[in-house]
């Protein structure tokens, strides 16, 4: 399993490079596919960490957090992040970023649903994972609820 952040990275770079663009909010719903059909392929989680049903469908927290300040609007490429030490907070650092963390058989997979998304608006997929049993079954208004990834990939098979 991958970070979520490495994967995001690389999501929003190839969306850039594609001339795609993505905003955060965009970004939460690809996220939220990209495990499910990651899962549907390899018979394991993309990434480890938790799924949140909030007001706009599926977040991943992390991630959410990390790319807030840019609202609305397309995240810009990645060239380097704050990398956080957590045992102390004065080692963090900027560190360049190298696409090399997640397999190229896996980004392909990544990829392809970063492509086949990439039609279709923030809107659209909220609308989406609206009308889908995991996020309406987690969900609880002000609340961010997990939706557990056996529901994800249950909803899915079962699809």
């Given at each position: 399993?991958?970070?979520?952040?490495?994967?995001?990275?690389?999501?929003?770079?190839?969306?850039?490079?594609?001339?795609?663009?993505?905003?955060?909010l965009?970004?939460?719903?690809?996220?939220?596919?990209?495990?499910?059909?990651?899962?549907?392929?390899?018979?394991?989680?993309?990434?480890?960490?938790?799924?949140?049903?909030?007001?706009?469908?599926?977040?991943?927290?992390?991630?959410?957090?990390?790319?807030?300040?840019?609202?609305?609007?397309?995240?810009?490429?990645?060239?380097?992040?704050?990398?956080?030490?957590?045992?102390?907070?004065?080692?963090?650092?900027?560190?360049?970023?190298?696409?090399?963390?997640?397999?190229?058989?896996?980004?392909r997979?990544?990829?392809?649903?970063?492509?086949?998304?990439?039609?279709?608006?923030?809107?659209?997929?909220?609308?989406?994972?609206?009308?889908?049993?995991?996020?309406?079954?987690?969900?609880?208004?002000g609340?961010?609820?997990?939706?557990?990834?056996?529901?994800?990939?249950?909803?899915?098979?079962?699809?």
């Amino acid at each position: 399993m991958y970070d979520v952040l490495d994967v995001c990275r690389h999501i929003i770079n190839y969306s850039n490079d594609k001339d795609y663009g993505i905003s955060n909010l965009k970004l939460q719903k690809v996220l939220y596919f990209i495990q499910v059909w990651y899962w549907l392929k390899k018979e394991e989680p993309c990434f480890n960490e938790s799924i949140e049903a909030w007001d706009f469908g599926p977040v991943v927290p992390e991630a959410y957090r990390e790319y807030k300040q840019f609202g609305a609007v397309d995240i810009p490429s990645i060239h380097s992040y704050i990398q956080f030490d957590n045992s102390d907070f004065w080692n963090s650092k900027r560190v360049e970023f190298k696409d090399d963390v997640i397999q190229p058989k896996d980004k392909r997979i990544i990829d392809q649903i970063v492509d086949d998304f990439s039609k279709y608006s923030a809107s659209t997929l909220v609308r989406v994972t609206h009308n889908q049993t995991p996020w309406k079954d987690a969900y609880k208004k002000g609340r961010g609820t997990i939706i557990t990834k056996e529901a994800i990939r249950g909803y899915f098979i079962e699809s």
